[in-house]
């Protein structure tokens, strides 16, 4: 094959049998489907007939890893190229020797006499391996396991049986010399190792090679001899009683001629395994003699064709600790055998053994019996049992041990609830500073060095801004976090305001979540209400010695003031506010905060803040602006009047204010400010602030809510690959096979009873009630904007929706993986936006026109890095069915596509066409996507026949859909799983992965993660 390929790429070549000058012919579209794909389809196919549904044995017909390994070993260049039909390969059992028929003959009349089409009629030898359901593969998979536990069984049963029944007598010469009877055990239990060898690979032994079966046949061999050699040396060694332990090894230098034959054909029989030893503890060395050509008959001896871990070997450290740990396991279960199951026993073994039989009460069981060896056997199989057992029980012990002290030491669990989440929370944005945004501390490092050169008061407001800019774009991730579980119905919009944290404001702290700050501000103002003291210092103190207070407190105040002074539209009313202001700042500075106003009156100034702001939030219909008028006047009366000392001394400073007349001041405000979403959301958050006590430490309730938000904030103090730039990450795909299960649930479907009267939604309400009033909560304010003539369709598609997340459908899987997509965009955002775009928030920066160019870029780069790719294998039959379900599986498809304009579907389409008059049934893979209102095809590519036909339904839908993904990673999703928004956030971290080395060897190609069962509570569904 390489010369012909050579031929063809030069246009000159001479077949080795001789021939004239081969050109390449020419080739239409088709050819390589023809010539190449179609004929080894075709073999696929029959073997696939061959195995009768999977009832034929494994041995009469080839699969997929056999056809596999064919082309990875040298013989697939025996095919030529163009490929022979008559190559072996091709051969099928059904065909026969085929004799010519007349007509041949007729036709070859004078001419050389035909070759005849010869097909051996035997059934093509499958590769390297045949199945053999025994349980001797019991024995042959783990044979190293029981031939240590066997030795280590026999060592401890002779020194047990020893007078001195402790291990100094291992240091006996008679005792050692029992010991060393291991070796002939050893070698009967190799001997059955090469037996089994043969015996179940029998059926592979047509299609070995002669170095494979020159091997088997030696190994055989030399354990036969092994098995007669050691048995003959060690009984001819007892006859010489000088051989003891420390004498074999002080005097075998120069007392060699007195060794017995049994000594140096145990040294030799351990030479292999020495070399075993050897090449494990030194990695290097053995990678080379896996490479090398001229060493390469050692590990042909030790490894088999079939042996699949060549060239990955972990490194040295690794190796080390995996070796100190079976070695820890494997002295305390031999430890634990030897001194609590067999030395316990030895004693009584050895009494009943010497006890005559007819002394033994139960000899009448057995009449005829002469010797105790069935009451040695019935006592000592237990014990046997067990031990070869327990070391699964010495694993599961040292496992966690050691687990969780790696664990400790990767910081896993280091949030496991809310209240250590509350604790540790200030920590939160700098792990997902340090792990989640590329290069962070490199550029924060960068600036700060470079801000070294201007003065102290510029540093500090550089390193101010990149604090801020910091919480900023955490916020971003964290809030979009928050509204993926609301729009997900796990909380509801109160917990979802208690989570959000402020994108920016004018407030000179932190802010954090409100859920953090409960009873913040009623403590405090508990604490000043209650102090009897005259020193500012004090109170202060005790408020700053709790972060959270001290940034409720100071936010509380200058929120406040903002909303109130851009509420104020008359010059006046903000001059006193100002003032107002002025005097509480001046107060604190000068440390007479307490002597210039009344701390017992802040209670009541709180009741009527709680109020004023409530009118402020009521809804449309409940808006009142008298009384939003009349509950500010109150707030400045008791401000003025009842905490400040001097607080008359500023009306009276103002511009036309009159004594006793505050009624008639603060009447005039912007009323439109209430229609503002970021100034109402400031409202918000201070109305929080106020009202929100000891209910915000429950938040949030739903468990699964609390599951994940623990789970991400831990998982921002483990290790992780840093995150590349969105630009420089890894492109990747996600494939989902889909056959006809459920895309979205009917109407029909959630209404219907089983025969308990119990239907889908019902069972679904009782099991998820929080999420279900959450549900009703969300969808009030849409169903109400809604016309009314379209409420309860609309309504019933939303419960439909509601339904099928919690269930095992297409729709769950495709919302789930979307999230991809959706992270991947805030990233960009987050990368590309300037400082002032990211102050203003994700969510709104649609509203400024300079920042929607940030918008566009991202989900452009977004869609180059992310495909998804959903393999709906009878998608075409259910576009063409009258079946009422095929229709409703077609239609939610489409409005998936339509809803996800980055899905793309791929399925089988058959078609019936002529061709050179006959009617074939044709075949092509066709990757759809969502147009205006209907699908548009984007390529379609033809088979050589149904890839249905070749193998199992769900790989072979996932075959013909790869070639329409991209990038260089593949993520395969089966059809029942789910994702996360903030999980979804970690891919390019975990991207990563496969351009790190491991053991600084080389790349990993497969990455398995953790699977999350998501349906667990709805499984029933």
Known sequence: MANKVYGILNSNVHPVSGGDTYEAADHDEESFLKEVISPIYQVLLKEVKRSKGGKASHSRWRNYDDLNEYFWSDRCFRLGWPMDPKADFFRHSEDVIQPATERDNQATAGKTKPETNFVEDQTKPKTNFVEVRTFLHLYRSFNRMWIFFILSFQVMLIIAWSPSRSLAAFFDANIFRRVLSIFVTYSFLNFLQATLDIILAWNTWKNLTFNQILRNILKFAVALVWAVVLPIGYFSSLQNSTTGFAKFFSSLAWDWMNRSFYNYAVLLYLIPNSVSVVLLCLPPLRRCIERSNRISFLMWWAQPKTFVGRGMD?????????????????????????????????????????????????HELFPNGTYNVGIVIAIWAPIVLVYFMDVQIWFAIFSTLFGAIYGAFSRLGEIRTLGMLRFKFQAVPLGFNRCLLPLAKKDLDSKIKASNFVGPPQLLRQKNLLHWKTIAEFSQVWNEFIYSMRMEDLISNRDRDLLLVPYSSGVSVVQWPPFLLASKIPIALDMAKDFKGKDDDYLFRKITSDDYMHSAVIECYETLRDIIYALLEDESDRMILRNICYEVEQSIEQNRFINRFKMSELPQLSEKLKKFLKFLLAERDYFSEPLIINALQNIMEIIMQDIMVDGLKILEGAHHAQYGKIEQRFERLAFQLTLNKSWKEKVVRLHLLLTVKESAIDVPQNLEARRRITFFANSLFMNMPKAPKVQNMLSFSVLTPYFKEDVLYSEDELKKENKDGISTLFYLQKI???????????????????????REKEKMDFIRHWVSYRGQTLARTVRGMMYYKQALELQCFLEFADDEAIFDGYRNFEIFEDHKVFKDRAQALANLKFTYVVSCQVYGNQKKSDDARDRSCYINILNLMLTYPSLRVAYIDEREEKINGKSQKLYYSVLVKGGEKLDEEIYRIKLPGSPIDIGEGTPENQNHAIIFTRGEA????????????????????????????????????????????????????
């Not at 990563?992 to 060897?1001: A, C, N, Y």
């Open 970 to 1021: 593949l993520q395969t999703i089966d059809m029942n799983q789910d994702n996360y928004f903030e999980e979804a956030f970690k891919m390019r971290n975990v991207l990563e992965e496969f351009l790190q080395p491991q053991h600084s060897q080389r790349k990993p190609t497969i990455l398995g993660l953790r699977e999350h069962i998501f349906t667990g509570r709805s499984v029933r569904l």
């Open 768 to 790: 998820y009630p929080d999420e279900w009033t959450n549900f009703l909560e969300r969808i009030k304010d849409v169903i109400k904007e809604s016309k009314e003539e379209n």
């Open 314 to 362: 972990a490194d040295i450290f690794s190796l080390l600790k995996y070796t100190a740990f079976w070695i820890m396991v494997l002295i305390c279960k031999l430890a634990f055998s030897f001194y609590v199951e067999i030395l316990p026993l030895v004693g009584p073994t050895k009494l009943i053994m010497e006890t005559p039989i007819d002394k033994l009460q139960w």
